[in-house]
């Protein structure tokens, strides 16, 4: 598949994802997908097991997609998690092989105020 393709799919299973349509962004996932996030030291391995703890997911968040950028069989994007007024800002690095999402890393952080000792080098911006 092209850069474009492989953005396409990404930017496909978001909105899957916001639907809680779990069958048609199960379809956009590889045999051999895995999933991993380093925060919680966790690896989901299978299509099932990561639309299963989607599926289960105690409060499921409302996503607001970002910038999603492609290069190759790999794609990054930024998302916007807010599960009920708790909002986490989130990069997901996605890898093809075959036309499919073959892996996904998932990075979580939730917003913060800058410190000041550092104000005279940066711009504040609108924090979201």
């Known amino acids: 598949m092209s850069e474009q393709e ?3 799919s990404v930017e496909r299973l978001w909105q899957l994802m916001e639907k ?3 069958k048609s962004a199960g ?3 590889h045999d051999d997908f895995t999933q ?3 925060q919680s030291g ?7 097991n990561a639309m299963a703890i989607n599926q289960n997911y105690p409060g499921f968040p409302k996503q607001t997609m970002g910038r999603t ?4 069989d790999l794609v990054t994007s930024e998302v916007t998690l807010d ?3 708790q909002v986490y800002h989130g990069v997901s690095v996605f890898e093809f092989r075959d036309g499919k999402i073959v892996k996904e890393t998932d990075y979580f952080a939730q917003p913060f105020e800058a410190p000041e000792w550092r104000a005279q080098w940066v711009e504040r911006t609108k924090r979201t």
């Open 36 to 38: 991993e996030w380093p």
């Open 42 to 48: 966790e690896r989901i391995r299978g299509r099932d």
């Open 83 to 85: 599960y009920g007024g």
């Open 20 to 22: 809680q349509d779990w």
């Open 69 to 72: 950028l492609a290069g190759g």
């Open 6 to 8: 492989n953005r396409q």
């Open 27 to 29: 379809a956009l996932l």
